[in-house]
């Protein structure tokens, strides 16, 4: 049973990082990795810095930052 929740969420996890690898190219140009970085730290700490969560923290971040609204200089 539980080797069936690891399957599963192995899965998750692999379609996450497919996803954050077709969205790279996009998120280079409006989003740096120096601030999904301090996102994903954030999250990291308010996690209370248990690890073994850094991609989950890193999918997270990216996917955070953009859905924020982007500021635009005109």
């Not at 954030?42 to 810095?49: A, D, Q, T, V, Y």
Request: proline content about 3%; hydrophobic content about 30%; charged content about 30%.
């Amino acid at each position: 049973m539980k080797a069936k929740v690891v399957a599963a969420g192995m899965e998750h996890r692999e379609q996450d990082v497919a996803e954050s690898a077709r969205t790279q190219p996009q998120l280079a140009s409006t989003l740096s990795l120096d601030e999904i970085q301090q996102r994903a730290y954030e999250l990291h700490l308010e996690r209370g810095c248990v690890h073994g969560y850094d991609l989950d923290d890193w999918l997270q971040a990216e996917r955070e930052l953009k859905e924020k609204p982007q500021s635009t200089s005109t």
